[in-house]
């Protein structure tokens, strides 16, 4: 199955941190999420993260695999 996924670069995901707008996004290994819906990143935050950013290099120490990405919609892809 083929996504048809539109492309953002590291500005436009900057600027959806649940501050600058209500939309609460992050990166992982290329892909944009929607988390706006998820009560662990209320304002933009989870623990020590912050949402409009890449967050691939800080999965490597959390306490979760990348499954948990699952639960969340897909909405774009990262501009390298």
């Not at 959806?16 to 290329?30: K, L, T, V």
């Not at 979760?64 to 774009?76: A, D, N, P």
Request: net charge positive.
């Amino acid at each position: 199955m083929s996504e048809n996924l539109a492309t953002y670069t590291k500005q436009q995901l900057a600027l959806r941190n649940g501050q600058d707008r209500p939309e609460i996004w992050i990166a992982y290994n290329g892909f944009i999420y929607d988390v706006s819906g998820s009560r662990l990143w209320r304002e933009g935050k989870h623990y020590e993260h912050w949402a409009g950013q890449d967050l691939t290099e800080q999965l490597i120490n959390a306490p979760h695999s990348e499954k948990v990405f699952e639960k969340f919609k897909r909405i774009g892809k990262l501009k390298n």
